[in-house]
């Protein structure tokens, strides 16, 4: 199909007016009322001039430039070719019908492709930034640092990610998670670009400057992976090619034929340029890409973003769905619920030093240590040389000497002793410890508990129902806690898997794919392996780390767990009508065809035959922008 040429793009609606009109012309004239000469062929001249020069030149260009036969280029020959031998007006039918179609198409091909870049408008201009000296200024949000204070008026959007310091209010998200439910925020509450400040004047500091912030990451994803097409739209890219070279060289072939079986030459000609238009194989060539671009669109509104068709194909194909558990099937905002100090330090000061360390980490137990320590106003221990140990902690020094925190198998590591009995009733709650020690001297212990998200349950009832072979949770925290969040969801005790390391994961998933492609879900550092070995890797978009978006092909922007649920109806629903697609425009092709070539079908009819079925094929496609993906079935 024609090239995105935007010029040309901003012109087709006029020229296919154009094309039009001067087929009415015609078409009148022939047919109603005769027209004073000369006006019936200066509508023709129209028609063929604005609806067959611009698709020829592009066409031309592209064979030129790219070796590749553009299927535009069959219609103006069969125009051509009709004109040639005396049937003038039914090129024009071909030429106003072919316009119309790929008008249309691309305005509809262009709504689904927009949907992200649609973000980029909703990113406001300037920002209103708190100096150091109290005063206030608006500054172009390409200035806006890292550390800067932002003040954010009732109705307005968020600049960049940062951090609220400073008020209390709702913030509409749905922009970015496609939740229309506005979330609570309070001061340590990330607030994410593009949304919108609700109610309240808030205070926030600047976390990421807006080249890295949440619009400019999805646009990345989204188009970094626009070449990873979809298995089927590679078939139908290929099919189309070779194709179009087929059923040029066929249709010549066809009309010697029809001169040596004694035709006379006009006739000939005639019905070759039937065959040619009742071949060509637009319908085919569009139907995969109007249905990915459409499913694309639908769950990128609904918060969830592929990076390209193949991912949403392959989704279709799932037999099973593994899930980490912290951060991805609970909050991520777990609560600091006990605290030991052994040997005689305080509490207050074990806190401190657990703060000062899981500063350093973008793990949900750290958010819920640091939060603790704000909130009984305690100032966090400076600590650097920080590293993390995924699925077990972090070491760092203190300027006294090492420092660390994590659980039982980095205490273990680092010599600690934790046989206190202090510690007993700790070990089998079904809670999240935190060790922290110096050296090989243990200092005490945290308790952290996090909960199951709400749509947690549910989301995984709806995987379920669709029938999904197995769901399996995998997670590095320890077994009391993994079965009490298991049984919470309703998982079976054979599906959860507690105590492993980012490898175990992967030799999980590599396991589970033995029965079939597998889908790993997960937020963090320790997942993106397990991430990647995954058929289809998904990640935690906005809680998410970094890592873990990367080596995903798909992101959830909204935490909402019925929202995967959704994508994964959404994929077979994709996978159902690219099938229905393909199977009708090969069928309607060979029906055509059929007729062209032992029934004396008439050029009109094949032209109407033949746009009839893109324009069907497309429609079918879009009715998956309508997906509501945003409104999951309740169970
Ligand atoms: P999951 O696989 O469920 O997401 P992780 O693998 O991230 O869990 O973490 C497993 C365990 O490793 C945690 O339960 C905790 O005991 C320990 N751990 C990981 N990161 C940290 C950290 N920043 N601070 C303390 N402990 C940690
Ligand atoms: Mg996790």
Redesign the pocket.
Known sequence: MTTDDSLLDRLAPVLTGLTVAGLAVALVDRFLLTLPPGNATAGLAVAYLAGGVPSALTALRELWSERKLDIDLLMVIAALAAAGVGAPLEGAVLLALFSLSSTLEHRAMGKARRAVEALMALRPQSALRRNADGTTEDVPIADLRRGDTVILRPGARVPVDGVVIEGEGSIDESSITGESVPVHKRPGAKAHEATVNLNAILSLRVERPVSDSTVARMIALVTEAQSMKAPSERFSDWFGQRYTVAVLVGSILFFLFFVRIGLDMDDALYRAATLLVAASPCAVVISVPAAILSALSAAARGGVLFKGGAALETLADVRSFAF?????LTTGRAELTGLVALDGSGEEDILALLAGI?MH?E?P??DAIRRAAQDRSLTPAAVAEVT?T?????TGSDGLGTVW???LRLAARMGADIGHSALAGLQDGAQ?V?YVGRGNRLLGAATVADRPRDSSYDGLQALRASGMGRLVM?????RPVAERIGRDLGLQQGEIHAD?LPGDKVRLVAALSEQGRVAFVG??V??SAALARADVGIAMGVAGSEVALQAAEVALMSDNMERLAAAHRLSRRTARIIRQNLTFALGAMMVLVVGGLFFDLPLPLAVLGHEGGTVLVVLNGLRLLFDPIRHPARH
């Open positions: 980490d558990k912290t951060g991805t899981e980490s793990h137990i750290a993390n995924p699925s077990e902690g972090l925190a994590g659980n999240t935190v995998m997670t590095g925290d320890r492993l937020d963090g320790n997942d």
